[in-house]
């Protein structure tokens, strides 16, 4: 009975969600169909995603995960590009940083931590990761300082911004090379047998494998069942299920204008908050499912690796699409706010210090969620 009620009620929010932006009924009625519909869709977008991890292997279904849960972003994020809404674009792009470093991890490493106590990963991953995160901070740093102690100016920002761009583009396909042909078995979690002792177990267990301690075993032998669809039909579901979260996202962020309106909200919080959080709602589901059934690895690379796609793909994509819209003169710049920027870094400093060692439990996941609380209370009192 529950199997047939989630795609009837996936199928029901999803048609009223539509229903509501086609008849253009009451802005706030529409903005509470959307939230509910894409709390749905994004269900639906986890499952699919889990059962295509199932045959691609953990890396690269945490990869897919984070394309198609940012595709939504990215739509929306054209559409306010196209609209000259630069401002509101980097805020966004801030808060899906921030929301999928903090919120998005934080709820994973709790949810999980909470029914495993200890998950691991790998180290080497996380240290790459880490890596990855500072070089995008730079890459939001450096244009600022020289912008903002005017070294340079005027056309030559947004030059300087096409350029790195263009490298933030590169480095990120060639760490896609890195990460999935050349060093694919490096950076991939393995389980190494050890002895099924309580001491010893725990310490020799794995370098890089999401399996906790040996308690956990009985949980891992019922969760080895095969996948709910076949490889054609969950790569099907993921499409629709992705597209269906663009258009859901569409339609929200559609009714966010007279909604921040009548609450008063700030431009800058619903950038950074309201969409992000609304945009990242499949990697949320997706990634804390995932946490729960002992894949954390597969968490921490929808996580971690969604964050590292907005900053080094997403966000240089589309000072292009600016360009190729406008012109020099209409490009967006790489240049985001003093406040944007302690943020980010704020974010990628915490993160880091708590994936670092490859091993989670839920406290960690506690801190990351309450740093992220910090800064959206904080951004909230901006005005």
Not at 13 to 28: C, E, I, Q, V
Not at 35 to 60: M, N, P
Not at 161 to 168: K, N, P, R, Y
Not at 195 to 209: D, K, L, W
């Amino acid at each position: 009975m529950k199997k047939m009620l989630s795609p009837i009620l996936l199928i029901l929010t999803f048609l009223l969600s539509a229903a509501g932006h086609l008849l253009h009924w009451n802005p706030t009625l529409e903005f509470v169909l959307s939230a509910i519909s894409v709390i749905f869709v994004a269900g639906f977008l986890g499952k699919a995603t889990e059962s295509v991890a199932h045959y691609a292997g953990q890396r690269l279904g945490g990869f897919l995960n984070a394309t198609f849960g940012n595709a939504a972003e990215l739509i929306i994020a054209i559409l306010l590009v196209k609209e000259g809404l630069f401002d509101m674009v980097k805020a966004s792009l801030t808060g899906s940083i921030i929301g999928n470093l903090l919120l998005v991890l934080g709820l994973s490493l709790f949810a999980g931590g909470v029914k495993f106590k200890v998950q691991r990963f790998n180290v080497s991953l996380a240290g790459m990761n880490g890596s990855l995160m500072i070089v995008a901070v730079i890459a939001l740093f450096v244009p600022a300082v020289f912008l903002n102690t005017h070294s340079i100016e005027g056309l030559q920002i947004n030059t300087l911004s096409l350029i790195v761009a263009g490298i933030l583009i590169v480095s990120y396909i060639a760490w896609l090379l890195f990460s999935l042909v050349t060093h694919k078995n490096y950076l991939e979690d393995s389980v190494v047998s050890a002895p099924a002792t309580s001491g010893a177990s725990r310490a020799s267990t794995v370098v890089g494998s999401p399996e906790t301690t040996p308690s956990a075993s009985p949980a891992s032998s019922e969760e080895e069942h095969g996948p709910a669809w076949s490889k054609k039909r969950s790569i099907l579901y993921l499409v629709i299920a992705t597209v269906m979260v663009a258009f859901v996202s569409e339609w929200l962020v559609g009714t966010l204008e007279t909604f921040t309106t009548q609450f008063g909200l700030s431009e800058l919080f619903v950038g950074a908050f309201v969409v992000a959080i609304v945009g990242n709602a499949a990697e949320h589901s997706a990634a804390v499912m995932l946490a729960l059934k002992n894949k954390i690895g597969a968490s921490v690379e929808i996580a971690v690796g969604s964050s590292l796609q907005i900053s080094l793909f997403v966000a240089p994509v589309l000072i292009f699409v600016s360009f190729f819209m406008g012109g020099l003169n209409g490009t967006m710049d790489i240049v985001f706010s003093t406040i944007e920027i302690v943020a980010i870094a704020v974010s990628v400093f915490v993160a880091k210090s708590i994936i670092q060692d490859g091993e989670t439990n839920w406290y960690e996941g506690l801190l990351l969620i309450a740093v992220y609380l910090i800064l959206g209370v904080s951004f909230f009192m901006v005005h």
